[in-house]
């Protein structure tokens, strides 16, 4: 591609032939390879450092970020041949990550029955839609935590975006839910005589934990998901009673560490919680119950937890009008009791708390807002989903803040996010790995 001879140099702001202004009109590969390109801004947050800098550049050299530093030192030698986009007033930080999301399917339909109602390739359909909407709100990367999906459609996405077949964040996923039968991630609430057929995600036993896990790992996931406890968002599961045993638990950790896989535990009830800490998995996921003996057991063993406080909130609110069925908002509104509590024990054994929205992807900024309400400091919030986050799914190295040798994933909002978290729910600019995917509106 054209590096430094056009001479030319390119304001984004005035020119949208290049740099297209809206998600729609951006083709949909990507072709960025060393193109150079200046993205600079009034101010940067060093979400390493905790520091706001003023008058930054990143110099982004294909998919890559090549120098960041002064706009006056990183322009520099560069001379007029290099596109400048120039971001005014705004801040700028690194491409956000939620660690924990649900791809597939619509997420405007909550009834229990959804899943029955459609294929997977209608739900891989809505999952190219969702994560449009997610880029859309600077999250460049996420986590998918599991899916009821037989046939993978979430990892068939990831794989499509990796090959530049289609457009997205970069995605790192679960196969599908393990769980006991009649369990949180027991798909079929059908009457006993109208039941499914039995699905390779249900283990009752040791055994059949090492089959359901090996079949996710075969098919390509890169995380394993387990259903530690009940949940909220199904007719009949308890989110009080731990689910799968410890040894089950144990056994996943065992084969998915030797395959270089890691573990996350959907875990709400105490109990739940704990044995999953013991059995050794890497992230909590919720942790809604958590107390102080569940929050030492983790400080000691360094596990991760992802809170998805706002979820639980905004549950709650709309559950109702989105079709979930009443018991389900019955049991949101119960444990919604226990979560700041649980949340404050967090906090004070501080734990490595990584960000994530188990919610339709037009909510994914409100975290930030709930984090902060929850007693997080905004810096705390941001780094949750930028270098902490990062450093939860193992990527440190290519993602999570703006230094050079990193993924160019550069998001920018339109005030300072340290005074007004609110601010993380508006995002101007979106690049992904060198390619902008959205520009501020022209006024
Ligand atoms: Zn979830």
């Known amino acids: 591609m054209k590096r430094l001879e056009s001479g030319v140099v390119f304001c984004v702001l005035a020119s949208l032939f290049v740099v297209p202004s809206t998600a729609q009109t951006i083709p949909a590969v990507s072709n960025a390879a060393k193109e150079i390109m200046i993205i600079r801004a009034a101010h940067m947050l060093d979400v390493r450092n905790g520091r706001m800098l003023d008058n930054q550049a990143v110099l982004v050299e294909g998919d890559r970020i090549r120098q960041v530093g002064p706009a006056s030192s990183v322009t520099t030698g560069l001379g007029p041949g290099a596109k400048v986009i120039d971001l005014g007033n705004a801040t700028l930080l690194p491409g956000l990550i939620n660690c924990h999301d649900h791809i597939l399917a619509n997420p405007k339909d909550q009834s229990p029955t959804a899943d029955l109602r459609m294929s997977s390739p209608q739900k891989t359909l809505w999952g190219l839609h969702n ?31 990796n090959q530049g077949l289609v457009q997205g964040p970069r995605i790192v996923s679960a196969g599908n839910f393990i769980s006991l039968t009649g369990g949180h991630g027991d798909a079929d609430a059908l009457a006993p005589d109208q039941a499914l057929p039995r699905r390779p995600n249900l283990a009752d036993n040791v055994n059949e934990v090492g089959d359901a896990v090996r079949r996710d790992i075969k098919y390509g996931a890169d995380w394993i998901k387990l259903m530690a406890t009940g949940g909220v968002m199904d007719p009949t599961s308890d989110f009080n009673v731990q689910e799968l045993s410890e040894e089950q638990m144990a056994k996943a950790v065992e084969i998915a560490h030797r395959a270089r896989k890691r573990v996350m535990a959907h875990a709400e009830g105490t109990e739940g919680i704990k044995a999953a800490v013991r059995a050794g998995v890497d992230t909590i996921e919720h942790g809604t119950m958590l107390d102080e003996e569940g929050a030492t057991l983790m400080e000691q063993k360094g596990t991760w937890l992802v809170p998805t406080l706002y979820t ?32 404050a024990i967090a906090l004070k054994h501080h734990l490595k708390i990584a960000y994530g929205v188990d919610d339709d992807p037009d909510f994914v900024s409100k975290e930030f ?75």
Not at 145 to 158: F, I, M, N, P, S
């Open 369 to 443: 807002g709930a984090l902060v309400r929850g007693g997080m400091k905004p810096l705390d919030a941001i780094q949750a989903a930028t270098v902490r986050a990062s450093e939860l799914l193992g990527m440190s190295d290519q993602i999570g803040t703006l230094e050079t040798g990193k993924y160019a994933d550069v998001v920018a909002v339109s005030g300072d996010p340290l005074t007004d978290i609110q601010t993380m729910e508006s995002v101007v600019f979106v690049m992904k790995g060198g390619v902008v995917f959205k520009m501020p509106a022209q006024k």
């Open 312 to 343: 639980f909130q905004h549950g709650v609110e709309v559950g109702s009008s989105l079709g979930a069925d009443p018991a389900s908002v019955e049991k949101g509104k119960k444990i919604l009791g226990y979560q700041q509590t649980a949340f």
């Open 131 to 161: 994560l449009q909407i997610w880029l859309g709100h600077g999250f460049t990367t996420l986590r998918d935590a599991g899916e009821t999906d037989l046939a993978y459609g979430q990892l068939a996405l990831r794989n499509s975006i």
